[in-house]
Structure formats: C-alpha cells, structure tokens
C-alpha cells in the first residue's frame, strides 16, 4: 500500500515536472516566434525605404554622361580650342568572352598600340562592365569602313562617335589657352577642395576623364566643365544591361569670349622668327591682354589624347624650352625700360624737376669706383627729358644714389612690380624687387643679407637684383599711362552661358588707384615719345604714320670678365633686348613689353617687332614674318669701345643701356 502511494506521488512529481518543462518550452517558442516577427516587422515597416532603396539599385546603375566641353574664341570669334566629333572603336566587357583574345584580333585590323591597350585597362578597372570602352580613338574612315565590313566576328565591339578637344589654331597662344589631359591624383584632390569651398556648385566629373592643365583650361576649368547627365539602366543579377529605364540629359560647359585678338597675336608671334622671348600686348584702358606670346611654343594637340613619349622628351629636352611661359613666369633685369620709372618715382617724390640736369663726363664715381656711362666721354649736358631719350646711365647713377633704394623699392611696389598682377591664368612669377628687406630674406648669412649702397646704383639702371616679367612690365607702364588708375590684366572678356547664352562681362573696373601726378606722367609720356622719334628708337619707328612712346633696353646676361661686348660669340652668352612702348601718344589704345633672350640691344631686336605689331594693331599692316633686325643707335652701339664699369682693381662689370 505504501509502495502504490509512493509510485502514485512520483509519477505525479514526473508529470508536475513534465508539464513545466512543457510550459517554458511553448513560451520560448511564442518568444523566439515574437522576437521573429518583431524582427520582421522592424525590416518590413521602419527599414522598409532603406532596403527598397538598396535593392533598387543592385537592380538600376547610373551610367555617367560626359558634358560637351565649352568653346574658346577670342575677341572677334575666332575659335581657338573647340570640340569635334571622331569615330572610337569601343568593347563592352560584359558581351564580350574573352577580352584579350577580341583585342589581338581587333589589332589584326586596325592599329591597336601598346598605349591603347594601357589605357584601356586603365578605364577597364574604373567603368562598369556594361559600359562601351574606348580601346583605339580617333579612327580613320579606311579604319571604320574595315572594321565595319567583319564587325560581325566581334560581338561587344562597335563604332562609336565621340566628342574631342581640338585647337585649330595649333601652338598659336598656347600659353595662354593651355590644353587638357588626363586627370590625375592631384587633379581628384583639387576638385574636392573645390567642392568643399563651394558646396552651391555642381561640381560632378563622373564619367570625365580629362581636365585641364595649364592656361585657361585649367583657370577656367570649373566653367568649361558643364554639368554631367545620366542614364538608368536596370541591370540582371550578373550585373548585364537589360534596358535604359531614364535618361538625364548633361549640361554643356559655358564658352569663354577672350580679349586677345587672334590676327595680332599671329602677328605677334611671325614677327619673333626663331628668336626667343616673349610679348605681352595689353589696353591700358581695362587691362585687356590682346596678345601673350611666348616663343617658342608647343601644339597643345599634341596632349588631348595622351601625350606620346617621345613627343613628351622631346619637349622636355629642348634647350628652348618651349612649355616655359615666359610672359608671365620668367623674370628678366629690365636694363633701360626701368629709367622712365625711375624719373617719375623722382618727380612724384619730389626729388627731382624735370629741369633738373647733370654734367656727363661719363662715369659717375661711387665709394672707390667708376660706374661708366655706356656713351664713351659722356652726354654732355643732361636733363631728364634728354636722359630718357639718349639712355644716360650717368643720370641714373646719380638719381639712384639720392633717392635710395628704400624710395626706389616703395614707388616701384606702388606702380606694380615684383608683385603677381592678378591675370586670370595660373604660373604667374612674383619676379624680384630689391630692397633691404628683400636681401635680407633671401640670403642666410649676415653678410649676403646686408644692402650695400654701390647696389643701389646698379638698380637705378635697371641692373643688379631687379628681375621681372614681360607681364609685369607691361602692366606698370599701363599703370602709368592710366594716370595711377590699376586694371589687373584680363584675358577672359566674358563668359556664356551654354544654357542662356547670357554673357557675363568680366569686370573693368579699376582695382586701385596710385597717387600720381598728371603733369609727371604726361612729361614722361613726352619724354617717351621722344625715345621713338630722335632717341634709341628712332630706326625702328622710321616713318610711322601714327605717334608712339617707347625705351630700349639691354638686360645683362653674362659678365665681360675683360670681353668686350662685340667679342661675345657664343649666342646665349649674350644679352637680352628689352623694348616697352605705347600708342597712339595722346590717348594710348596699346601697350607692349618685347623680351628677345639674347637678341643684343633693344634697338636691334624688340623695338622692330614692337613697330611689326604696332603696325598691325593701329593700321591693320599684316608683315607676316619675322620683324628684321636694325642697326644699333649710336648711343648703343658706343658701349662695344668702352669699359662698362672700373674699379681700382681692374675689374670690369657689364652696364648697358
């Protein structure tokens, strides 16, 4: 009896057990099933958009589409860089089954290099795989029309057009236009800077594979870009085009209208010939550039579609230099050009009247030593007017010595120089302007670093430390010319709008303006003119139908060591020819700074091409062809018989005028 109880009460205990056990596994599971459910309904209700939207696009690509860059004309709409179309032979990866066996076939029929083949891969490891790639560009008609006939045997490959960068022009103002080329790290980062600095632009260069470089492309290249479109393309699992499901159409980039006046540029450029240097044509009235040239130039044609090595080297190993603008980055002492500047910095500083006049023996004596004129015996009797005009060294030893350098280095700042002017193109030198402060930047030791007082006679002339662009010269004597008013150079007049076609003028209005003297500049005007008339100029500007102002110049290159100047044969041992002028004289419509790299004097070599421009420019004379060389003027040519400058130790050191 007692045992049944006690089977009766464990088997009750079991069953008690059993049915707890029972209860927590029927509430794990409603947990486990709610938590399930809970989980579903936070993926289907909160998370619905987000997953809608990732499964939307593992099911629709955007393929980019590259925006027609904008066209580049000058002043009377010449087109200078410009877009056109040309046929590419073009694989779309994914309807192709192997894509080096199709290529070595494709080679068998049109010319596929090895460059072709780098590039490819190189756009292969960016684009998706049913995007058409480029594998050879710019095919011929012959090329097409064999493709064409067997294009059957080449599933994934066909004849596309595309749009190209094209300067009809050629190497003409290349500087200053630039040209495009292949976007590289340092471009990517740029532009994310860019889009950082101005979150309000649309600043998208999917699909973009080239940007530009130097000159306006680059400076402009935000402007010439335009606005990349899209399409939707809804792709299968495999990641294979199925169809195009939208269609965004790109915004073409905004033309640039220039200042430069394409006709005188040409006219510009024949009249340098072989020789070296650079022109800068500038309107005083605006600071319009109408001419940049730097010679020799290269074909900016030749970078659109990958520059080849051996066109690359090529360049870079030519002693002239041809990439090197030297317009705006290749600073040069200015010699002569720097005396009109000097005379008004004594006029409006009020350390000299125009009457003012010297005794020219010949040499001016400074602390031991005789800086020599470049006239043997001297002038003779000089006032400034005259000093101008026959280039007296004489005057300006004296002039430098009373106003000092720091005056010098003050008034020369105020007109421009040895700052950057501002032109709307990228590379632009600061070229140097001497002063203590200067000096003592520039060198390291105590001794380099102090400013001694026989330097400051040597920049009174021009010489010793001063060094500055073509641009920069130009751009103080227009300075000058606009009675203190500053127009930062330009050479962008206005930019329009792809979409409008509204022009938006860049702005002429004067950045600043210098206290001068209207009285002073119109005597140095006079005293200018009279340089071209009767001075050095004068067999340069020989029956011109029109009044100009102008001043040589013969900037050092290499020191006698006991040469005469004549004795020099080596061509790059010689020095450079400056020449700086204007015209009309009563209201100056043009103004330039010629730089000839060892063309000797500035009467033999930058005053001609000066007048070729002039020419043109006022009177519509087309010369085309290199400005010929004129005799040096007697005051010029005198310098070949005489010692520059004497010290007691015998030592000799170039001074030119």
């Known amino acids: 009896m007692n045992r049944n109880m006690n089977d009766f009460q464990h088997s009750q205990q079991e069953l008690t057990q059993f049915r707890r056990r029972l209860l927590f596994a029927v509430l794990g599971v409603f947990l486990l099933f709610g938590a399930l459910f809970a989980r579903l309904a936070y993926l289907q209700v909160f998370l619905h958009d987000y997953y809608s939207t990732r499964a939307e696009s593992n099911r629709i690509s955007l393929s980019p589409i590259t925006p027609n860059r904008g066209n580049i004309t000058d002043r009377n709409g010449v087109v200078l860089a410009r877009n056109y179309s040309a046929f590419t ?52 008609d012959e090329e097409v029309a064999r493709f064409t006939a067997r294009r059957y ?88 085009a199925v169809r195009v499901l939208s269609h965004t159409a790109p915004v073409p980039g905004n033309n640039l209208v220039l200042t430069l006046d394409a006709a005188l540029q040409k006219t510009a450029e024949a009249a340098f010939g072989q020789r070296r240097g650079a022109l800068v044509a500038l309107d005083p009235r605006d600071g319009a550039v109408l001419a940049l040239v730097s010679n020799p130039a290269f074909d900016p044609n030749l970078f659109v579609d990958g520059i080849r090595f051996d066109d690359w080297d090529e360049l870079n190993a030519n002693p002239d230099k041809p990439m090197l603008n030297r317009a705006i980055y290749s600073a040069y002492p200015p010699g002569s050009t720097f005396k009109p500047l000097m005379a008004l910095a004594a006029l409006s500083q009020g350390r000299r009247k125009a009457s003012y006049t010297i005794s020219d023996p010949g040499f001016f004596s400074f602390g031991g030593r005789l800086f020599m004129d470049d006239k043997a015996g001297g002038h003779g009797s000089v006032d400034m007017e005259k000093s101008i005009i026959v280039s007296c060294n004489t005057y ?46 520039r060198f390291k030791s105590r001794e380099q670093q102090k400013w001694y007082a026989g330097e400051t006679i040597s920049v009174g002339i021009g010489q010793g430390y001063n060094a500055y662009t073509p641009l920069q010269m130009a751009h103080a004597l227009a300075n000058v010319l606009n009675y203190g008013r500053v127009f930062p150079p330009h050479l962008v007049d206005a930019v329009t709008e792809s ?51 102008g001043k040589t110049g013969t900037a050092q290159v290499y020191s006698l060591k006991g040469q005469r100047y004549a004795g020099r044969s080596k061509e790059r041992l010689r020095d450079h020819s400056w020449f700086v002028a204007f015209a009309p004289l009563e209201e100056p419509r043009i103004v330039v700074a010629v730089l000839v790299e060892n063309g000797g004097f500035g009467s033999q070599s930058a005053a001609p091409i000066a007048r070729q421009v002039f020419d043109y420019y006022l009177l519509g004379k087309d010369s085309a062809g290199p400005a010929p060389e004129v005799a040096a003027s007697a005051d010029e040519g005198a310098l070949d018989a005489a010692p520059p400058i004497l010290s007691p130790a015998g030592a000799q050191h170039a001074v030119l005028p």
């Open 89 to 140: 032979l073009e694989i779309t990866p994914d309807q192709t089954r192997d894509l080096e066996a199709t290529i070595d076939a494709l080679s068998e029929l049109i010319d596929i290099q090895a460059k072709d083949r780098r590039r490819f891969k190189r756009l292969l490891e960016e684009a998706k795989t049913f995007e058409s790639i480029p594998i050879r560009t710019r095919l011929t």
């Open 153 to 240: 045997l080449f599933p994934g490959v066909d004849v596309k057009a595309r749009l190209f960068r094209q300067y009809p022009e050629g190497a003409l103002a290349a500087h200053a236009i630039g040209y495009i080329s292949r976007i590289n790290d340092n471009d990517l980062a740029w532009l994310e800077q860019e889009a950082a600095e101005h979150p309000d632009r649309n600043i998208n260069y999917k699909g973009t594979t080239l940007i530009g470089k130097i000159g306006l492309e680059k400076e402009y290249e935000l402007e010439l870009h335009g606005v990349t479109g899209y399409e939707q393309i809804e792709v299968d699992a495999a990641g294979r």
């Open 396 to 441: 300006y030893y004296h002039l430098a010595n009373d106003l000092g350098i720091d005056a010098i280095a003050r008034f020369m700042g105020e007109i421009g120089l040895g700052a950057r002017t501002g032109i709307d193109i990228p590379g632009e030198s600061e070229g140097v302007l001497p002063s203590p402060e200067w000096k003592a930047r």
């Open 499 to 549: 979409g409008t076609g509204a022009a938006r003028k860049v702005s002429a209005a004067p950045a600043r303006q210098i206290p001068l003297n209207p009285e002073h500049v119109d005597f140095i005007k006079r005293a200018m003119a009279g340089v071209n008339r009767e001075g050095t100029g004068a067999r340069a500007f020989a029956n011109a139908p029109y009044t100009s102002g």
